[in-house]
């Protein structure tokens, strides 16, 4: 499942815009420097590491995954995504992490 279709059914299960917007690599690479410095500085820390962020630019459309293997030789059975997503976007409401 592509990101943006990941968004866009989180967006419609829970009634909240999905973000819309990309950000170049060169933009996200000098926020996320910046995060890092004020993590340093406060001892809090980062919301994204840089690290994380050229791990998402070398992986990006290398990430796909098929779960018949683990189906047929391990009997893994696997509920639909959008179960999994409303159950988790309850839990975030359920624990103040979002607004209901």
Not at 10 to 38: D, Y
């Amino acid at each position: 499942m592509a990101q943006a279709e990941l968004l866009a059914q989180l967006e419609r299960l829970n009634q909240v815009p999905a973000p819309c917007h990309k950000l170049p690599f060169a933009l996200l690479s000098t926020t996320v420097f910046f995060e890092e410095m004020k993590a340093r500085l406060t001892g809090k820390p980062a919301l994204l590491s840089l690290d994380t962020v050229k791990l998402m630019k070398r992986e990006a459309g290398r990430s796909h995954s098929n779960h018949a293997k683990s189906e047929r030789e391990l009997g893994q059975t696997f509920r639909p995504v959008e179960d999994t997503l409303r159950d988790e976007a309850a839990w975030f409401r359920g624990n103040g992490y979002s607004k209901p």
